[in-house]
């Protein structure tokens, strides 16, 4: 005899597929960034996910300008400005774009 439960579709599968995708996105998005932000370093040291964009690295404005261009362009989004305005680290310019890539 069957039961509901051995007649429901095994949607674990479905569910890794996804969180996959999920954490794949999150590292090109992350790598893009640091790669954009790169140039911009002091004194050799890596750009992690709490590096402040303004306090930590070499840019200005409209350098930051630059690169939110530059990946709006390569994930597809468009990040409004006042959003923009309040990133501070390289982990919230990441969340924002992953905010809209999945939307």
Sequence with gaps: MQTAR???P?????????????????DD????????LAPYRV???PITAQTVIYDDLSIDSL?????????EDRFDV??????VAEIR???ELADAILALARK
């Design 10 to 26: 095994d949607t674990r599968g479905a569910i890794n597929v996804l969180e996959r995708e999920r954490i794949t996105l999150r």
């Design 63 to 71: 350098a930051v300008m630059d690169i939110v261009v530059e990946l």
């Design 29 to 36: 998005v992350m790598y893009e960034v640091c790669r954009q």
């Design 89 to 91: 680290t390289v982990k």
């Design 43 to 45: 004194d050799e040291k």
């Design 6 to 8: 051995n007649l429901a």
């Design 78 to 83: 468009a990040i409004p400005i006042n959003t």
